[in-house]
C-alpha cells in the first residue's frame, strides 16, 4: 500500500473544477490487486481505458463485443464519482484481424464503420464525458496518415464521419481528435490545426483536441506550446493533456527524477489554465507501456513500481495547491 500523504490530487484538482486522470491497465484493474484500485479512486478524478475500449479488445471476432472490462471500469468510475474518458473509436493500431484481414467494399467498411462507433457510444450514452473519436490520423510528417486501415478504406472523409455518428450516438459526449507529438509548433501540430479548422468550418460536432503529451528526459512548457493552445482555443476548442508520461532512461537518477518532477509540474501549471484535464498514460511504473516499447527507457510516472510516490508526485501534488489567488480564480471561472 502506498503510504503517500494526503492531500490527494483529486482533493486538490476538485475546488478548481479540473480534472487529474490516470489510463488503467486491465490486467491490473481486473486482478486481485487491491492497491491498485485503491489508489486510482483516491488520486484520480477522471480514468481511461489503456486499451479495453479499443476495437481490437472489445470485438475479437465479427460483430461480437465483449464488455466485461469496459463495463467494470465504467462502473468502478460512477461508483467513486470519477468520469471517463472514451479512447479510442478510430485508430489504425489495434484493431480486430476480422476486419484487417478480409476483403471488403468501401460501402462494406463504411458500414462497419459506422456500426462500431454507433454500437459502442450508444452502450456508453450519457456515461462518457469525453470521446477520441480518432487517434493519430496525421502523420509525423504532416500529411494524412496513409498506412491507416480507414484511410485506404475510405480516405480522409473518414475523419469527419466519425464525429458525426459518435454524435448522433450520444449528442452529449465531448468529442476530441487525439495525437501526440502536436503539442508545441511544428509541421505535425500545425497539419492538426489544419484539420481540426476545417473540420469545424464543416460543421463537423468536435468539441477538443488531445495532447498525448509521451514526453522525455527535460521536457518543459515553451512558447509554441501556449501558441499552439492560444490557435486551437480560438477555434472554441477545448484542450487536454490525454496521456502523459515522461520517460527516463534507465535506472532512473535522483537527478533524473527531479528533473521529470519539474516536468510534471510545468505540464499541470500550464493544463490549469489552458486545458479541462491532464490525464496519465497510468500511474506506475510497474504497468508502463514504455519499457516493452522504448527498451531502455522507463520510470515514467509519478508513482514506482512499489506504489510509492516519486518527486513527480509530489511536484504534481503542489502544481494543484498552486498559489491561493490562483485557486480563487480558477473557482471563479
Ligand atoms: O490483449 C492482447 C492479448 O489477448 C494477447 O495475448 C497479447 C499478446 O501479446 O496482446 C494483448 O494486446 C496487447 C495490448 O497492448 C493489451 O495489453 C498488444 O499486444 C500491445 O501491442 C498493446 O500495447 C498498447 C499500445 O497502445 C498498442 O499500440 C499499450 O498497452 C498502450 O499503452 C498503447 O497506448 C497508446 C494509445 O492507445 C494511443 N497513444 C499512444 C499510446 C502508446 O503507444
Same mark, same amino acid.
Request: aromatic share 12%; hydrophobic share 40%.
Given at each position: 500500500?502506498?503510504?503517500?500523504?494526503?492531500?490527494?490530487?483529486?482533493?486538490?484538482?476538485?475546488?478548481?473544477?479540473?480534472?487529474?486522470?490516470?489510463?488503467?491497465?486491465?490486467?491490473?484493474?481486473?486482478?486481485?490487486?487491491?492497491?491498485?484500485?485503491?489508489?486510482?479512486?483516491?488520486?484520480?478524478?477522471?480514468?481511461?481505458?489503456?486499451?479495453?475500449?479499443?476495437?481490437?479488445?472489445?470485438?475479437?471476432?465479427?460483430?461480437?463485443?465483449?464488455?466485461?472490462?469496459?463495463?467494470?471500469?465504467?462502473?468502478?468510475?460512477?461508483?467513486?464519482?470519477?468520469?471517463?474518458?472514451?479512447?479510442?473509436?478510430?485508430?489504425?493500431?489495434?484493431?480486430?484481424?476480422?476486419?484487417?484481414?478480409?476483403?471488403?467494399?468501401?460501402?462494406?467498411?463504411?458500414?462497419?464503420?459506422?456500426?462500431?462507433?454507433?454500437?459502442?457510444?450508444?452502450?456508453?450514452?450519457?456515461?462518457?464525458?469525453?470521446?477520441?473519436? /480518432?487517434? &493519430?490520423?496525421?502523420?509525423? !510528417?504532416? %500529411?494524412?496518415?496513409?498506412?491507416?486501415?480507414?484511410?485506404?478504406? +475510405? *480516405?480522409? =472523409?473518414?475523419?469527419?464521419?466519425?464525429?458525426?455518428?459518435?454524435?448522433?450516438?450520444?449528442?452529449?459526449?465531448?468529442?476530441?481528435?487525439?495525437?501526440?507529438?502536436?503539442?508545441?509548433?511544428?509541421?505535425?501540430?500545425?497539419?492538426?490545426?489544419?484539420?481540426?479548422?476545417?473540420?469545424?468550418?464543416?460543421?463537423?460536432?468536435?468539441?477538443?483536441?488531445?495532447?498525448?503529451?509521451? /514526453?522525455? &528526459?527535460?521536457?518543459?512548457? !515553451?512558447? %509554441?506550446?501556449?501558441?499552439?493552445?492560444?490557435?486551437?482555443?480560438? +477555434? *472554441?476548442? =477545448?484542450?487536454?493533456?490525454?496521456?502523459?508520461?515522461?520517460?527516463?532512461?534507465?535506472?532512473?537518477?535522483?537527478?533524473?527524477?527531479?528533473?521529470?518532477?519539474?516536468?510534471?509540474?510545468?505540464?499541470?501549471?500550464?493544463?490549469?489554465?489552458?486545458?479541462?484535464?491532464?490525464?496519465?498514460?497510468?500511474?506506475?511504473?510497474?504497468?508502463?507501456?514504455?519499457?516493452?516499447?522504448?527498451?531502455?527507457?522507463?520510470?515514467?510516472?509519478?508513482?514506482?513500481?512499489?506504489?510509492?510516490?516519486?518527486?513527480?508526485?509530489?511536484?504534481?501534488?503542489?502544481?494543484?495547491?498552486?498559489?491561493?489567488?490562483?485557486?480563487?480564480?480558477?473557482?471563479?471561472?
Amino acid at each position: 500500500m502506498s503510504t503517500n500523504p494526503s492531500p490527494h490530487l483529486r482533493d486538490l484538482a476538485a475546488p478548481r473544477n479540473f480534472f487529474i486522470g490516470a489510463a488503467v491497465h486491465t490486467g491490473a484493474f481486473s486482478g486481485d490487486e487491491s492497491d491498485y484500485r485503491d489508489l486510482l479512486q483516491r488520486e484520480f478524478n477522471v480514468l481511461v481505458a489503456e486499451n479495453m475500449m479499443k476495437f481490437g479488445e472489445l470485438s475479437r471476432t465479427p460483430n461480437t463485443y465483449d464488455w466485461t472490462h469496459s463495463d467494470a471500469l465504467v462502473d468502478f468510475a460512477a461508483q467513486h464519482g470519477m468520469k471517463v474518458r472514451g479512447h479510442t473509436l478510430v485508430w489504425h493500431q489495434q484493431l480486430p484481424k476480422w476486419v484487417t484481414s478480409s476483403q471488403w467494399t468501401t460501402h462494406d467498411v463504411q458500414t462497419l464503420l459506422e456500426q462500431h462507433i454507433k454500437t459502442v457510444v450508444g452502450r456508453y450514452r450519457g456515461r462518457i464525458w469525453a470521446w477520441d473519436v /480518432v487517434n &493519430e490520423a496525421i502523420a509525423d !510528417s504532416g %500529411g494524412y496518415r496513409t498506412d491507416s486501415f480507414w484511410y485506404q478504406q +475510405l *480516405g480522409p =472523409e473518414y475523419i469527419a464521419l466519425a464525429f458525426r455518428w459518435a454524435h448522433e450516438a450520444d449528442p452529449n459526449a465531448i468529442l476530441y481528435y487525439n495525437d501526440y507529438e502536436a503539442e508545441a509548433l511544428n509541421p505535425k501540430s500545425d497539419a492538426v490545426y489544419a484539420l481540426v479548422c476545417d473540420l469545424k468550418q464543416s460543421g463537423v460536432p468536435i468539441h477538443g483536441v488531445g495532447w498525448q503529451m509521451h /514526453v522525455g &528526459e527535460g521536457w518543459r512548457v !515553451s512558447d %509554441g506550446h501556449h501558441q499552439n493552445a492560444a490557435r486551437l482555443r480560438e +477555434l *472554441g476548442l =477545448e484542450l487536454a493533456m490525454t496521456e502523459m508520461d515522461v520517460r527516463c532512461q534507465t535506472p532512473a537518477t535522483a537527478a533524473q527524477l527531479e528533473s521529470q518532477a519539474t516536468s510534471y509540474r510545468e505540464a499541470v501549471e500550464f493544463a490549469l489554465a489552458t486545458c479541462s484535464a491532464l490525464v496519465l498514460w497510468g500511474f506506475t511504473d510497474k504497468y508502463s507501456w514504455i519499457p516493452r516499447f522504448r527498451p531502455g527507457y522507463g520510470a515514467a510516472l509519478p508513482f514506482d513500481a512499489a506504489y510509492q510516490p516519486k518527486p513527480a508526485y509530489y511536484a504534481i501534488q503542489q502544481a494543484l495547491v498552486g498559489t491561493d489567488e490562483a485557486a480563487q480564480a480558477q473557482a471563479k471561472d
